[in-house]
């Protein structure tokens, strides 16, 4: 999701990535990186800061942002689950675009948890199969609400939970559902 998005954008920009986490990073964290980011900013190498939960950093911390956001020397990527209309200074929201991440409708999750089957399969040992009937990947793709990730922990924990079937066929793991 969120933190996935700015690695790609640190990725695709060939900028300097830092991750933090507001829940817990302060303003003398925060400094430690602006020094980093402004000594790679002198030799042109840019500087992404990705702020995990940044609703959680009070005014203080937010303004100690701006002049790092206003001079370029880092990229400010902040992500929340809240409204960043209220969470977010106003001052600091102007600078910043706000993309928001909607969930994914269950026929996508249905596509991403199939491909993660076939992934599974294609590294699986000769012999060794993964089975997830469609009615499954179905309960998968509507109790995630919407997350790739849940739905994708719940197939892992489904596959781990479920016994594999030996003797003269390949070893196969079945997972699936039958409404009661």
Known sequence: GKTTLARIV???TRAKYVAMSAVGSGIPELKKVFQEAQNAHQYGQRTILFLDEIHRFNKLQQDALLPHVESGCIILIGATTENPSFEVNSALLSRCRVIVMKKLDPTHLENITKRAVDKLNADQPAGVT????DAAIDIISNIADGDARTALNILELAIESTERTQGTQPDT????YEPT
């Open 130 to 133: 993964i089975d997830v009937s």
């Open 173 to 176: 793991i079945i997972v699936h």
């Open 10 to 12: 640190a990725g695709m």
